[in-house]
């Protein structure tokens, strides 16, 4: 099945087009990755998805719905959910007053258990509950990016560059809870830099240049690709 299908996308800013017409789909479950260099239009196509950004022409469909004219905040209570590059969180509250907002729109039982499952991906932020967020490490905001984004429940959680800034270290540890939340069932389309990393955690990937899909594959075959290899994981094509 089919949960986000996007024919014929363009994003403008102005005269400039960031996102080319292009298509890419993703079945429920899949860990799907875009890469490419810098303004390529990957962040573009994620802010379209999410209603951040205009997308005109060309069609979003997402969980069986139409979203041309659904607005952002409806995107997300339906399951579509985005970790923003820079992570965005609320410097001024809490660990924990940043989880309940990740929860705004629900009244289930179900979120106290979730934020125990936060704190269990995510140790370092129990131990961090009532710090500011603002106070925290790079590698710990991007934690709690990702933990506010999952207490809302996503069917598709979609994040951008969520390795970015971080450590070595860090970063090889959110890469890991990504393919540990995808292993849940969430679906996950991941915009990332760290081609190599990408790859090898997606089950397919696409690959953006200049607005433009100019190749895409299972991952496996794509970190294989000798046009990959040479332009984003810095292998001389034999």
């Known amino acids: ?3 986000l299908e996007i024919r014929g996308l363009e994003v403008r ?4 087009r960031a996102v080319k017409g292009i298509d890419l789909e993703i079945a429920a479950g899949e ?5 490419g260099a810098n303004g ?3 962040s573009s196509t994620l802010r379209a998805v999410s209603g951040l950004a205009p997308a005109a022409p060309g069609s979003i469909r997402f969980d069986g719905r139409d979203l041309a004219g659904v607005p952002a905040f409806a995107r997300a209570r339906a399951g579509l959910v985005m970790v923003p590059e820079g992570r965005g969180v609320f410097a001024q509250l809490s660990v924990e007053e940043n989880l309940a907002m990740g929860a705004y729109a629900r009244s289930d039982a179900g979120v106290t258990s979730d934020r125990a499952r936060v704190f269990e991906l995510f140790p370092r932020l129990a131990e961090r509950c009532r710090q500011t967020a603002g106070t925290l490490s790079g590698g710990e905001q991007q934690m709690l990016a990702i933990g506010r ?3 809302s ?3 598709l959680l979609a994040l ?3 390795s970015m800034g971080l450590a070595p270290i860090a970063a090889q540890r959110i890469l890991q809870v990504i393919r540990d939340i995808n292993r849940t069932g969430v679906t996950v389309l991941l915009v990332e830099q760290n081609a190599r990393s990408a790859l090898a955690l ?5 690959v953006m240049e200049s607005g433009e899909i100019t190749l895409s594959g299972e991952a496996r075959e794509l970190l294989a690709d000798p046009r990959v290899r040479e332009a984003y994981l810095g292998e001389a094509a034999g």
């Open 40 to 42: 390529a239009g990957k």
């Open 202 to 206: 997606a089950h397919r990937g696409y």
């Open 1 to 3: 099945m089919k949960l």
């Open 153 to 155: 429940r996503p069917k």
């Open 160 to 162: 951008d560059e969520p």
């Open 149 to 151: 984004a999952l207490m």
């Open 13 to 16: 800013y102005g005269g400039i």
């Open 31 to 35: 860990l799907v990755c875009l890469i």
